[in-house]
């Protein structure tokens, strides 16, 4: 099993930044790709971004330009750069993982943003 871990959520200020971490542990091999997802009060979960083993990226059209995936292999880790943050990206944020299609997720970290 896959265990994922996000941190970096808060409170900020629209037009201000956050970035997100996801860690991976335990049997964390053969991943074919991550994604962050996000769920907001009342909204079904929604793809903020997705990257595949091979380094595609495909992100939904409400965040391209603001946010950015990245990762750090040797720390297992995953980050979630939000750039100019809007009231409506207020959302639970989710990390998930797909192992050999088996989909792990994770607690998630609250993001909210103040207009």
């Known amino acids: 099993q896959v265990q994922l871990v996000e941190s970096g959520g808060g409170l900020v200020q629209a037009g201000g930044s956050l970035r997100l971490s996801c860690v991976a542990s335990?049997?964390?091999?053969?991943?074919?790709?991550m994604a962050w997802y996000r769920q907001a009060p009342g909204k079904q979960r929604e793809l903020v971004v997705g990257?595949?083993?091979?380094?595609?990226?495909r992100y939904a059209d409400s965040v391209k330009g603001r946010f950015t995936i990245s990762g750090d292999n040797a720390k297992n880790t995953m980050y979630l750069q939000m750039n100019s943050l809007k009231p409506e990206d207020t959302a639970v944020y989710y990390c998930?993982?797909?192992?050999?299609?088996?989909?792990?997720w994770g607690q998630g970290t609250q993001v909210t943003v103040s207009s």
């Open positions: 998930a993982a797909d192992q050999r299609a088996t989909i792990y």
């Open positions: 335990g049997r964390a091999f053969s991943i074919n790709g």
């Open positions: 990257i595949t083993s091979g380094g595609r990226t």
